[in-house]
């Protein structure tokens, strides 16, 4: 069974910049869309940024959209999510896994990402 190891998450002030890993185990994870997603106290996971399997073509929420970039490594079998200009309203526990959300596998632990002052 594939497991998704997200890292990177911590406090940061509100403009600052983070950048999450995941890494996957297994070998499908190259020929699999991959997404980040979130979820903040009291609402839905949400899927915030996609990637295709060949790392062409991303996607991106609205509300990161120009802030937060995804990219993959295949060959480390590793996603990432860049994330700049944060606000409080990005706080939240971070996700990776397939994409879309249908597609998704079991979750990981995520990682958390505060942006306080």
């Known amino acids: 069974q594939v497991q998704l190891v997200e890292t990177g998450g911590g406090l940061v002030q509100p403009g600052g910049s983070l950048r999450l890993s995941c890494t996957a185990s297994?070998?499908?994870?190259?020929?699999?869309?991959m997404g980040w997603y979130r979820q903040a106290p009291g609402t839905q996971r949400e899927l915030v940024a996609s990637?295709?399997?060949?790392?062409?073509?991303?996607n991106y929420a609205d509300s990161v959209k120009g802030r937060f970039a995804i990219s993959r490594d295949n060959a480390k079998n590793t996603v990432y999510l860049q994330m700049n200009s944060l606000t409080p309203e990005d706080t939240a526990v971070y996700y990776c896994?397939?994409?879309?959300?249908?597609?998704?596998?079991?979750w990981g632990q995520g990682t958390q990402v505060t942006v306080s002052s």
């Open positions: 297994g070998s499908i994870f190259s020929i699999r869309a």
């Open positions: 990637i295709n399997s060949g790392g062409s073509y991303t």
């Open positions: 896994n397939w994409a879309p959300q249908v597609m998704a596998g079991p």
